[in-house]
Every structure is written in structure tokens, then in C-alpha cells.
């Protein structure tokens, strides 16, 4: 679709507990200190409907739900996100930082759920509305690692999480298959260093596309 907005989509992207909500969330803290214009929305989430449909796909009691319903419910959150929340932000010249968009539907239901790429990526273009963000940080971290973090928190996993570390290692590879195909949108970020470090490295990285 083509929009006539001055704002950036600015989204992040990682395997659960990557430490990519944190990093969304000091991109955002540093734009606002910054004086510029910016807002911060969640992947499935940021509506009054996107944000039950997120009830639903994460709800451990939905163990029956089948792979394809499973993307679409996603789809239809973001699609709703991106009428509602994000094109009004866009248009308004905001800077919108995303804590996941499409790419995670690539990297889950695509390689985690080994669905049919190509009928993965045709949903996605429905789903965001052909939006294309103009920047994506893939946080990426090792699943051992980020198994580590979440006993560490001691999380009841949800239902994408609970899906265990082969699930894990095939979203993480899929996010790194992306990220190479789509060089010129993503950066890549050892999700490892100290959250200081890396949040300085993507505020450098997204002054260049400024
Ligand atoms: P979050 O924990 O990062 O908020 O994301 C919720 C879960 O939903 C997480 O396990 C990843 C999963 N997810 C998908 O499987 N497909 C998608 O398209 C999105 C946006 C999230």
C-alpha cells in the first residue's frame, strides 16, 4: 500500500526472551529524551481488538488450534493494528517502534510451525496492510541463552513458548535466513552484550536511516 507519511516503522524481532521488548522500549525512552515524535506498539497487540485476539493465540487452553488459524488470528491482529494504530502515527511524521511485525509470523509460523513460505508471505502482506518497515533490529540470541533468562524469571511459558527448544531453534535459524535475504532492512544484534551496550549500537543505527 502506498502511504503518503513522513513517519519510520522501526520494528524488533528476536526468539522469546531475546531481550527485544527491552531494546524496543529504550529506543523509545532515547526518541522521547530526543524530543522526537514517537509512539510504541506490540505485535500481536496496541488495539482493543488486536489485544483479546492476543488473549486467544497465546491462552494455553488452546491447545486444538490449528496452524492456519493461528497465523490468520495473527494477520488479523496486526491488521488491525496497522489501520488503526500505525498508518494514524505514520501520517502524524511519528517515529513507530514496533515490538514485532510480520517477520515474526515468517520466522513462527513459517519456519517454527513449517508452514508453506510463500502462502506465509502472502498472508503477510494482507496482515500489514502492504506496510513494510523501514528498519528492523533482529535481536538474536542463542535458545540455550534464552532458556537460561526465562527460568531465571521463573515465567509461566504461554503457548507460542511452551512450544519447546526445536521449535525455538527453527524460528531462530528462519529470523537469520531472513535477515540475510533482506540485508538491507535488518540488523543483526548479538543479543548477548549488556542491554547499555546494545541499546547505544541500534540508537547509532537508526540515526543513520534519520
Ligand atoms: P511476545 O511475547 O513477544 O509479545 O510475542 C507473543 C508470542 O507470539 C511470542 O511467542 C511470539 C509469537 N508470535 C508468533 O508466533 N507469530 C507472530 O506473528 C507474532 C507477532 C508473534
Redesign the pocket.
Known amino acids: 500500500m502506498k502511504v503518503d507519511y513522513t513517519g519510520k516503522l522501526i520494528t524488533f524481532e528476536?526468539?522469546?526472551y531475546s531481550g527485544?521488548?527491552v531494546q524496543a522500549k529504550q529506543l523509545f525512552e532515547k526518541l522521547k529524551l530526543q524530543n522526537i515524535p514517537c509512539t510504541a506498539f506490540?505485535?500481536?497487540?496496541a488495539t482493543r481488538i488486536s489485544e483479546k485476539i492476543?488473549g486467544i493465540?497465546?491462552d494455553n487452553d488452546h491447545d486444538e488450534m490449528t496452524k492456519w488459524t493461528?497465523?490468520l488470528l495473527?494477520?488479523a491482529?496486526?491488521a488491525q493494528m496497522v489501520e488503526e494504530s500505525i498508518i494514524p502515527a505514520l501520517k502524524k511524521g511519528e517515529i513507530v517502534v514496533c515490538?514485532?511485525?510480520?517477520?515474526?509470523?515468517?520466522?513462527?509460523?513459517g519456519f517454527?510451525?513449517e508452514l508453506d513460505l510463500e502462502m506465509v508471505n502472502r498472508a503477510n502482506s494482507i496482515?500489514s496492510v502492504g506496510l513494510v518497515p523501514d528498519l528492523t533490529f533482529l535481536i538474536d540470541i542463542d535458545v540455550k541463552s534464552a532458556l537460561e533468562r526465562r527460568l531465571r524469571v521463573n515465567e509461566k511459558a504461554?503457548?507460542?513458548?511452551a512450544?519447546g527448544d526445536a521449535f525455538q531453534e527453527r524460528?531462530r535459524k528462519g529470523y537469520l535466513a531472513i535477515a540475510e535475504q533482506e540485508a538491507d532492512r535488518f540488523r543483526v544484534i548479538n543479543g548477548n552484550d549488556t542491554i547499555e551496550n546494545i541499546a547505544r549500537d541500534i540508537f547509532k543505527e537508526f540515526m543513520r536511516i534519520m
Do not use: H, N
Request: a negative charge; aromatic letters at 10%; glycine letters at 10%.
Open positions: 528476536g526468539i522469546d527485544k521488548s506490540r505485535d500481536p497487540g492476543r493465540l497465546l493461528e497465523l495473527y494477520e491482529a496486526r515490538d514485532r511485525f510480520y517477520d515474526s509470523t515468517s520466522a513462527y509460523q517454527g510451525r496482515g504461554d503457548r507460542l513458548e512450544q524460528v
